[in-house]
Structure formats: structure tokens, C-alpha cells
């Protein structure tokens, strides 16, 4: 005889007339909410009986020119209603400057559905450490290859050195299992389904009775917290201390606090100088440049220029505040 978890929890849970009585509200409307929540976990843990496979990822490296370049797929198996993300990630010279594939319509037998670039940072062991991610659609089921990817690294001189990555074969499957190749074998198959693989709705009601018990019991015991900083708040504090870090480290630490704070006062979402750039407010634009050439220019710049541009982003952001 197998034994009912849901039911033996109810029994547990439920309080005699007396106890009732002697309660308080407040404690009997806490043990309510345990008791869903015994319940809801006693429905999950029978609901969850398969457990998906596994995604496996795949990478691969290579260095040239004081560069490495490394390559990852967020899985080398996947079915045609699934995306592949590929994020090509570099650490390169200072001095250097890095150019990733272009974000053409195809690689391959991938469609290229759109590309993400992280904001460039200066690591530990004092090297440019940048990435970009595109997401990639499969177009049939069967064996599909990711090409080589092309990356130029470009010298201080300005020679080029290019790194390429090796193909990688993707298995694509279809989404439907064999014999399913017509949509109403589809519909014949979902409609045929026994009626103890459908547990959403127990589920989701439960969800439901979570939620309104939480609800009561946070109103029944509200309490006035004082406010918490926001993040123009938190980003003003961390840009007062910049100048306390090492020259070299103020130009890669400003950036993120400049532009959030900057976006915040202009009304506009921004994390880094490329997407203020775009917003074309005025006076901005010759700070962004001067930061730009202090960062990639040959000559080392001096601990007064770095200061100096710190100190009129400080300005423009008193001055221009709306």
C-alpha cells in the first residue's frame, strides 16, 4: 500500500476545537500558511518525478598575440524550438584593441538572432577583459556546424593578428518524437495523456492560496522600515571614494557610476558610456571622447588627466542636472 504524503500532512497540521480556542489569530493564521505550504511541497515532490537531461557546455581556447580567446556554447545538443548562445570571452593588452565577428545574418547553419557586448574591464593580472554573446537560431533538425569565428587583435603598431575558433558540430533535434510528423497526431497524443500527468492546477491554486495568506499575514504585522538608499544613492558614494584607488583603476571604476547616475537625472537607461552616447545630451560627448583616448591611447596618461576628467564629469553632472 503506497502512502499519501498530502494526507498525512493535513492530519498533522489540523488543530482540535480546543486549540482553536486558545490561539490567538495571528498564530492561527501563521499555521495556516504552513500548513500550504507542507502541501504545496508534498504536490512538487510528486509532480517531479522525470528530470530533464542535463545541458552540457562547450568550450574551447586560444591565445595569440598576448591574447586568449575562449569560446563557449551553452550546449552542444538541442532541439529546433531552442536557442545556442556562443560567447566569445578575451583578456588582451591595454594596448591592444579587439575586434569580435560581425554580427552578419548567419553563422553557418545558424541564423543570427541578436548579439550582446559586456562592458570592457581591467583584471587582476592587469589585462582588458571583454565579451560578446550572440544568440543563435537552429534552422532543421539533423547535424548542424557552428563555423570558425574570426577575431582580430590589433597591435599597438596597428598590425592585425587573427584568432579563429574550430568548427563545432550541433546536434539538432525535432520537437517531435517519431510517428508525430503531422499536427494532429500531436493533438492525438496530448488528448490521450492519463489524467495523473496533469497536476498544474493543484499546483497553481495552491500558489494562489500561498500568496493570499502571506499577503494577510505581512498586513496583519506591517511595520515602518526606514527607506533604503537608492542606486544614485549608493553609485554618488562609491564616485566620491574613486580617488582613493590607484590611478590606473579610476578610469575603468568611473564609468559605471558616471552613467547610472547620469541616466537617473536625464530619465533614460544606461550602464556604460557606448548607451549614453546614443541619448545625445548636450556637453557629454567630449567627456566620453577624452575618457575613451585616455583609456586606449599609446602614451600612458598621467594621474592630473585622469583626475582632471574625473573632476568635470563632477561638474557636467552638478551643472547639467535637470
Do not use: W
Not at 482553536?20 to 493564521?29: D, E, K, M, V
Not at 569580435?100 to 589585462?127: I, R
Amino acid at each position: 500500500m503506497q502512502s499519501n504524503p498530502t494526507g498525512a500532512a493535513i492530519g498533522l497540521l489540523q488543530p482540535t476545537a480546543a486549540f482553536r480556542q486558545c490561539r490567538p489569530a495571528a498564530s492561527r493564521t501563521a499555521l495556516a500558511f504552513k500548513a500550504l505550504v507542507v502541501i504545496a511541497t508534498a504536490f512538487l515532490v510528486a509532480s517531479c518525478k522525470d528530470h530533464p537531461e542535463e545541458v552540457t557546455p562547450s568550450s574551447q581556447t586560444h591565445t595569440a598575440a598576448e591574447t586568449r580567446l575562449t569560446l563557449t556554447l551553452s550546449a552542444t545538443t538541442l532541439a529546433t524550438s531552442e536557442m545556442l548562445t556562443a560567447t566569445l570571452r578575451a583578456e588582451h593588452p591595454e594596448s591592444s584593441q579587439l575586434e569580435f565577428p560581425a554580427t552578419t545574418a548567419s553563422f553557418g547553419d545558424f541564423t543570427v538572432f541578436d548579439s550582446k557586448d559586456t562592458q570592457p574591464a581591467l583584471n587582476s593580472v592587469g589585462k582588458i577583459t571583454t565579451a560578446r554573446t550572440y544568440t543563435l537560431e537552429p534552422d532543421l533538425p539533423g547535424t548542424s556546424t557552428l563555423p570558425a569565428l574570426t577575431t582580430i587583435v590589433l597591435a599597438a603598431d596597428g598590425s592585425p593578428t587573427e584568432i579563429l575558433t574550430d568548427p563545432i558540430p550541433i546536434q539538432v533535434t525535432s520537437v517531435l518524437s517519431e510517428g508525430e510528423a503531422k499536427p494532429t497526431d500531436i493533438v492525438t497524443s496530448l488528448s490521450k495523456e492519463k489524467p495523473g500527468h496533469i497536476r498544474v492546477i493543484p499546483i497553481v491554486v495552491l500558489f494562489l492560496g500561498l500568496l493570499i495568506s502571506t499577503y494577510f499575514i505581512k498586513k496583519r504585522q506591517q511595520k515602518i522600515t526606514p527607506p533604503q538608499p537608492t542606486t544614485t544613492d549608493e553609485d554618488e558614494k562609491l564616485l566620491a571614494t574613486l580617488t582613493d584607488l590607484p590611478t590606473s583603476s579610476i578610469l575603468t571604476a568611473m564609468e559605471t557610476p558616471l552613467a547610472r547616475i547620469i541616466s537617473h537625472r536625464y530619465g533614460i537607461t544606461a550602464t556604460d558610456f557606448t548607451s549614453l552616447e546614443k541619448s545625445s545630451i548636450p556637453g557629454l560627448a567630449p567627456l566620453i571622447a577624452r575618457h575613451r583616448k585616455l583609456c586606449y591611447s599609446e602614451t600612458p596618461h598621467t594621474a592630473a588627466e585622469v583626475i582632471a576628467l574625473l573632476d568635470d564629469f563632477k561638474n557636467f553632472i552638478a551643472k547639467e542636472a535637470p
